[in-house]
Nanobody, 125 residues
Framework: QVQLVESGGGLVQAGGSLRLSCTASGRTFSSYSMGWFRQAPGKEREFVAVVSRTGDSKYYADSVRGRFTVSRDNAKNTVYLQVNSLKPEDTAVYYC??????????????????WGQGTQVTVSS
């Protein structure tokens, strides 16, 4: 069992930045690929970014590539999402998730085994 807790969300003006964190319980954090998703009101949860178990491989949704950066620190059981150049359309609840399957490039919600409770990011224009 893995428990995930996100933090770092908040209210920010367009063009601003935030650093989201997701800390996992347990000793097997490095066994999971870690993903970030977001869900805006009335919309489906969408993929944002994923990082491999070692942190060497990363992939981003087209909508955030070049503005967001995913990273992880396995010694701290934490994955990060640095979000820069924020736009009002980035407003959503951001979730981290852990995937234990073979491979690392997981972009669908059903591929993830554990989810955090989410952290709200609101971008004002």
């Amino acid at each position: 069992q893995v428990q995930l807790v996100e933090s770092g969300g908040g209210l920010v003006q367009a063009g601003g930045s935030l650093r989201l964190s997701c800390t996992a319980s347990g000793r097997t954090f490095s066994s999971y690929s870690m993903g970030w998703f977001r869900q805006a009101p009335g919309k489906e949860r969408e993929f944002v970014a994923v990082v491999s178990r070692t942190g060497d491989s990363k992939y981003y949704a087209d909508s955030v590539r070049g503005r967001f950066t995913v990273s992880r620190d396995n010694a701290k059981n934490t994955v990060y999402l640095q979000v820069n150049s924020l736009k009002p359309e980035d407003t959503a609840v951001y979730y981290c998730a852990a995937a234990g399957g073979a491979g690392w490039l997981f972009r669908s919600t059903h591929e993830y085994d554990y989810w955090g409770q989410g952290t709200q990011v609101t971008v004002s224009s």
